[in-house]
């Protein structure tokens, strides 16, 4: 009889427990491997599952696979955050058809990739803001392999943004203002090369992109230029093309997206509400990003940083008596 009594007790139990996940159901949440993407995916998995009950897990992917798959498959059911507009055809059909939808923000100002300077540099000569005022100075922007020459750093070979600078330099006919391109080996090399600069309070120029932990720890500025689609399709991004016009980069907006099979259920309600007002900016992302570099930490322990550091941020998305649970499950 007893442990008659002991089983319904145990099933009880889990029953309850099921029942407090049912308030909000099970989710899971695209996780991809960058820092800021890692840090969004584990901040939204412990305020769910925290202080809404849910029963949110990840799913490891990358940014085309999972979205492909969040259109024909519905799963997985949220990409915390996405740069669309880096995405093609497939996702404005998939748009069209209804198969994803955006639910809300993922990084308020969005991702940029760009030239920067240091923000020493900009300071003592605010009259450099634009791509153009910075090829009148070589002068100020010294290659680490030829001072006699400005130099503009850029990233290994094979990334997207290697090709923009160099068609970029290409097109500014830089080389003919006295610059060189400077290139780095890898993403260690390109950080290494900027962090040797910024240290020794040189000026450079550099390819890079917000939000990262190295423009937290090494703030920067990022020069000014005019963006054109069509150039930036017919020959900006081609590595092969003779003839590139000056052109740069935009804001790529970081969006949430949804699939059609979540916004469709009626057990998510309140991680709907929840993902329409959450959103942080690429200075908050960064400082996440900062200490998670400092502190060899993976996506976990800067969700918990962020939660347990950062309560001005987040507590702004949930309702009172949410954001008291997900403290204390912070503690």
Not at 70 to 96: C, T, W
Not at 197 to 226: C, D, H, N, R
Not at 247 to 261: G, R
Request: with cysteine; net charge negative.
């Amino acid at each position: 009889m007893r442990k008659y009594l002991l089983s319904l007790t145990t099933v009880g139990a889990l029953m309850s427990a099921g029942a407090a996940h049912a308030a909000c159901g099970d989710i899971t949440l695209a996780l991809f491997s960058w820092q800021s993407a890692e840090a969004n995916a584990y901040v939204d998995q412990f305020i769910l599952n925290n202080g809404y009950g849910c029963n949110a897990t990840t799913v490891a992917g990358d940014t085309v696979p999972t979205v492909t798959s969040m259109i024909e498959k519905g799963q997985p059911d949220i990409a915390p955050s996405v740069a669309v507009s880096l995405l093609g055809d497939f996702y404005a059909n998939g748009v069209a058809e209804g198969r994803v939808s955006r639910i809300g923000n993922g990084i308020s100002d969005g991702s940029v990739s760009g030239w920067y300077i240091p923000t020493y540099v900009a300071d003592a000569h605010p009259d450099i803001k634009t791509v153009e005022d910075a090829m009148k100075h070589p002068e100020l922007f010294p290659s680490p392999e030829d001072s006699s020459k400005g130099g503009v750093i850029q990233g290994p070979q094979g990334w997207g943004d290697t090709v923009v600078t160099a068609q970029l330099f290409k097109a500014l006919e830089a080389d003919k203002k006295g610059f060189v391109l400077v290139p780095s080996g890898s993403a260690a090399a390109l950080d290494g090369a900027i962090a040797k600069a910024y240290e020794s309070k040189k000026g450079f120029i550099a390819a890079y992109w917000a939000p990262t932990s190295l423009l937290v720890k090494y703030p920067m500025v990022q020069l000014e230029a005019t963006h054109d689609d069509a150039e930036w399709v017919r020959c900006t991004t081609k590595q092969d093309c003779p003839d590139p016009k000056p052109n740069y980069w935009k804001a790529a907006e970081e969006i949430t997206l949804a699939s059609e099979k979540f916004l469709k259920r009626e057990d998510v309600a309140p991680a709907k509400d929840y993902f329409g007002k959450r959103s942080w900016s690429q200075a908050e992302v960064g400082k996440v990003m900062l200490w998670m570099t400092e502190n060899q930490a993976n996506g976990e322990d800067g969700a918990k940083w962020f939660i347990q550091h950062m309560p001005e941020v987040w507590t702004k998305w949930v309702p009172a008596d949410i954001a008291d649970k997900v403290k204390a499950a912070a503690k």
